[in-house]
């Protein structure tokens, strides 16, 4: 992210107006062409889905007007009074003691001749039906019209007997049938009781043969859409009609990857991908035989039209953004070639030349910019001028202030304890006492040197520490460890013992029990860290934040803190770590600088 940020931040104004005008443009048309497509797309296949549906209630009502006429016609044959006398006929005969001699009536030529014109009258030409077969009573086949009865017989053996209690007609699913002059071919069968009108008697049951030709021609000249097709499927998923009659008897689900979901269900409509198309599949039920109807229209057939008309609004849309970038770059460029010239003044200023002003002169945006710049540069020089004299002043009186506040004060406190240790006839230690506060002066005039070396702020911070533990033996004890390689390295004057006096005062005195300060210098690469260490009561988080406020901090840690940062920069200065009831570590970052 850091990466990415530098880079944008690299780019300049001109190119990044360009690319910015670039990528609104092309996220504006990508998104209208995005939606558009998305709406559009979802509007055709919405109008396909209804398409589909209302041309699969049409299938349905012809198949149902198309079943119902030959369920009428097997009906019809079945009540036909010649049919009904040659079956009864049949059946008085056989059921006589001449039972086991051949059936007469049937096998008379006349009888022949009344059943094929009673036959002839319901079969092709005049009707869809194919062909018709009879069996009688007695379960023998008549050899009448173009069914092969000897297949028939295969087929359907001697008959069902409980087929015959139903006297409503029955459709047989889709079978293989042979006829006596073009072979076989895909039919579906539908038998009817014939059930005599005076005695009420079953006396036989007819069969009407339909091509699966005749389901098919009902829909073949459906779909509008190149590449959709119509199927009809039976209760266990088998395709029972299609266009392609390689697909027949085989299940859907495996011939075309397409599961349908809550199949003999409902009525539904989904797309599914099938091999390498993505394909819309609606079905219809046929509920008298619990069929369905299955529709499928390839979705890039469906919506080729809207691609066509993408196509055009890509190609509109490109000479559009051709023209938007053309303009976006002449105008990026006439806006900023006075914000470079203004640029290129602020970076040889950056370069130190505080004196270069802007030469644009205009009275548009820009032009007012760079005057407000040139007259902001005047005024921010005398500033500077102004605010580092005051700095100046202010750290001298502050440091001023600081060692007038330090001598009186430690001067007073360590003549009493002088004092104090001739009192209890301890002259070795008052002589002691008496010659660290000589060497602390001594380093403390420094001939009136603000800046020091770190050896000698050591010096002076030592025998500060050895007059305080003299002091306070009982509560402090301490350690010092510094790097001799930066010894000779420069520090300002008193910049350890307002530190260690707080360390001291703030933190080992509220101690119930014996502390310690440690001070440890290192060179740290291009930097000095001289680091005061204390295991006192610690800080809480609001007190140090109330340390690092400047208005609320004690006067020596802002001093401190104040006078490195005005010598060095921001970057150096220092840094506090404390927990609470725990330690107190302040760490000072000074530049490598020699005395």
Known sequence: MKGLTKYVGGISIHNKIFIANLLIIVFF????????????????????????????VLIRNNLQTL???????????????????????DLLLNNDSYAHKPVAGLSNLSMNKILSETISNIVEPNTKIKAVSILTANRQWVDVGFADNEYASRLFGDGDERADRFYLPVWTGLIRFK????????????????????????????????????ITSIYEEGK???????????????????KNKDLLYRKFDEAFSISIPDFGQKDVSFTQTSGSKRMLVSTQRFTPLQWTIVSTIPIDEITLERKKINQLIIGIGAVCLLLALIVSFLLSRSITRPIFRL??????????????????????????????????????????????????????????????????????????????????????EAITAAQYMAEFYKVSLSNGNDIISIKDEMRLTASYLEIQQLRYVEYMAYTMEIDDEIMTYS????????LVENAIYHGLKMKSEKGFVRIGGRRV??????????????????????????????????????????????????????EYGAFTKITIVLPLRRL
């Open 224 to 242: 509008n859409h190149k590449g959709g097709q119509f199927y009809i499927l039976d209760a266990e998923g088998s395709i029972i009609s299609a």
């Open 491 to 498: 520090i300002p004057k008193l910049t350890l013992q307002p």
């Open 525 to 578: 690469g291009e930097d000095v860290h001289i680091e005061i260490f204390d295991n006192g009561v610690g800080m809480r988080e609001d007190q140090i934040q109330a340390m690092m406020t400047k208005e609320r901090s004690g006067f020596g840690f802002r001093s401190v803190a104040d006078r490195i940062r005005m010598l060095y920069g921001d970057r150096y200065g220092p840094k506090v770590e404390s």
């Open 29 to 56: 048309i990508s998104s209208q062409s995005i939606v558009t497509n998305n709406i559009s797309q979802k509007a055709i296949i919405e109008k396909a889905v209804n398409d589909s549906s209302r041309e699969l």
């Open 343 to 428: 640029a290129k003044t602020m970076r040889e200023i950056r370069t130190g030349k505080m004196q270069v002003r802007s030469a644009y002169q205009s009275r548009d945006e820009i032009g007012y910019l760079s005057d407000g710049f040139n007259n902001l540069m005047d005024r921010i020089e005398a500033l500077m001028a102004e605010n580092t004299e005051k700095q100046k002043t202010k750290a001298e009186i502050e440091f001023k202030l600081l060692q007038s506040q330090i001598k009186p004060h430690f001067f007073y406190n360590t003549v009493e304890t002088i004092i104090s240790l001739i009192k209890l006839n301890m002259g070795r």
């Open 179 to 214: 006829f006596r002059y073009e072979g076989e071919d895909n039919v579906f069968a539908v038998s009817k009781t014939v059930v005599h009108k005076d005695t009420g008697k079953t006396i036989g049951r007819v069969f009407l043969y339909v091509k699966e030709d005749v």
């Open 67 to 89: 079943l119902s006429t030959i369920e009428d016609y097997s009906k019809i044959l079945a009540s036909d009074y010649r049919l009904q006398n040659v079956l009864y006929n």
